[in-house]
């Protein structure tokens, strides 16, 4: 079971930025996707955004032109840039790999943006 561990997390004003880093402890070249979901209180979890093992890429509408996702595969590593941080962004934010039959959780880190 691949172990994922999520940083980069904190507290901003709107406006504001974070990076948030997933590493993997193993490679995720075998993964089909890797993707940032978020849950707000209340609210169901939502995919933020994912990329495929060729390289494509998927955001969520209400992310899209604001978010970045990008991996470093020779750190295990994916990233996702965020700028222009909107109160309604605050969520705790998780990664996950996943192929068919097998997918994989961090424990997620929390993203709290003030207005």
């Known amino acids: 079971q691949v172990q994922l561990v999520e940083s980069g997390g904190g507290s901003v004003q709107a406006g504001g930025s974070l990076t948030l880093s997933c590493v993997a402890s193993?490679?995720?070249?075998?993964?089909?996707?890797m993707g940032w979901y978020r849950q707000a209180p209340g609210k169901q979890r939502e995919l933020v955004a994912d990329?495929?093992?060729?390289?494509?890429?998927y955001y969520a509408d209400s992310v899209r032109g604001r978010f970045t996702i990008s991996r470093d595969r020779a750190k295990n590593t994916v990233y996702l840039q965020m700028e222009s941080l909107k109160p309604e962004d605050t969520a705790l934010y998780f990664c996950?790999?996943?192929?068919?039959?097998?997918?994989?959780w961090g424990q997620g880190t929390q993203v709290t943006v003030s207005s």
């Open positions: 990329i495929s093992s060729g390289g494509t890429i």
């Open positions: 193993e490679s995720t070249e075998r993964f089909s996707y």
């Open positions: 996950k790999a996943s192929q068919p039959g097998y997918e994989s």
